[in-house]
T-cell receptor, first 111, second 115 residues
């Protein structure tokens, strides 16, 4: 039972344009959400997070939006750069200190 | 340099031969965790530890053991590995494991192949 879903396995965006990565969750107990970025042969690295008491968090080119009623969050990258090409995972904390990850979306930023 | 170190990075072994993957962090973090990454399934948590001598099961603990005798180390033990444990494994640590702005730091992964 996949409680955190990333329905787009891959996404291709031109350099300079906006990248939008989506994530849906089913567990209403999730109250803290994170995005991680992963390059090949490396571990995931933290990108940005959001608490369920907020609907938006911004950090430079990265913005995460949370729609609690729809159980949906999205990561916006503006402008997209070639170095952003990686696999992006969304993740969520519930009642325990267990982190549940989505299946990942591979972003390719083309020149 | 703050880091999470896993060893080995790659291992090919055979069914039933006990193996241990070590994980060490130098950030004095209380929380440590193990994940496996499989195609189409993302990262799934195997075990986690809130502090020394405190461990809990994640979502896929079957076939694995862990121990936390020291704060910095959190080894993953496969007593009798089987081919379905062939995967990419990640160790992670964070300050306290609670939902704060202290995210988990990950090691670079260990690729296990069990024949």
């Amino acid at each position: 039972d996949q409680q955190v879903k990333q329905n787009s396995p891959s996404l291709s965006v031109q350099e300079g344009r906006i990248s939008i990565l989506n994530c849906d969750y089913t567990n209403s107990m999730f109250d803290y959400f994170l995005w991680y970025k992963k390059y090949p042969a490396e571990g995931p690295t933290f990108l940005i997070s959001i608490s369920s008491i907020k609907d938006k968090n911004e950090d430079g080119r990265f913005t995460v939006f949370l729609n609690k009623s729809a159980k949906h969050l999205s990561l916006h990258i503006v402008p997209s750069q070639p170095g952003d090409s990686a696999v992006y995972f969304c993740a969520a904390y519930g009642t325990a200190s267990k982190l549940t990850f989505g299946t990942g979306t591979r972003l390719q930023v083309t020149l | 340099e703050a880091q999470v170190t896993q060893n080995p990075r790659y291992l090919i072994t055979v069914t039933g031969k006990k193996l241990t993957v070590t994980c060490s962090q130098n950030m004095n973090h209380e929380y440590m965790s193990w994940y496996r990454q499989d195609p189409g399934l993302g990262l799934r948590q195997i075990y986690y530890s809130m502090n020394v001598e405190v461990t809990d099961k994640g979502d896929v603990p079957e076939g694995y053991k862990v121990s936390r005798k020291e704060k910095r180390n959190f080894p993953l033990i496969l007593e009798s590995p089987s081919p379905n444990q062939t995967s990419l494994y990640f160790c992670a640590s964070s300050l306290d494991g609670r939902k704060t702005n202290q995210p988990q730091h990950f090691g670079d992964g260990t690729r296990l192949s069990i024949l």
